[in-house]
């Protein structure tokens, strides 16, 4: 696990290109109500520190630890997302001057480790919640966790074609001949 800002989507190309080896999670950023918490935890570095070790120990030692079932429905549709996310990652080579025409649009890779990692995901959560199955919202995070793995750009676009919106009428994407 590590944390970084979100201009780790400058060297986006870079991961996608050399192959995708980790799963990303966005988390958004925060209000003022998140600095005023940060204010009074000054000083209880250590306690909270202590304190949390003992919180997950409780949550590690109380999950589920035997084979946890995934149905075959989740299945087909972690695989599914999986291959839109994989689709929708694979970096495009423009042009750096002019119209930034497309010169390379490279193979997408395939979404075989993508699906073992959501399906691990999902596994996970299922045990950490004390399932000997995987229900509907450990799939639910499951799948934020994929679709986190796509640029913001292209994942606000494909939720407006989803939502049957017109790309060229929403806020992020202005219309490109204007």
Known sequence: MAA??????R?????S????????LRWHRTGEQAG????DQQGRGEQIQAELRTAVKG???GSENGEIALPASM???TASLAEVVALARTHVFRNNYGDREIEYAPE???????????AAIAKGIAALNRRKEIAEDDLRDTFRVATDRISDTRRQL??????GADPDQTPHFPNRQG
Do not use: H, K
């Open 36 to 39: 005023e918490w940060a204010i």
């Open 11 to 15: 060297y986006y190309a870079t991961f």
């Open 75 to 77: 299945r087909r549709r």
């Open 158 to 163: 494909l939720l407006a074609l989803i939502r």
């Open 59 to 61: 949550i590690f030692d």
């Open 108 to 118: 997408p890779e395939a979404n075989t480790r993508l699906s073992q990692g959501l």
């Open 17 to 24: 290109t050399l192959g995708e080896r980790f799963m990303q």
């Open 4 to 9: 970084v800002t979100p201009v780790l989507d």
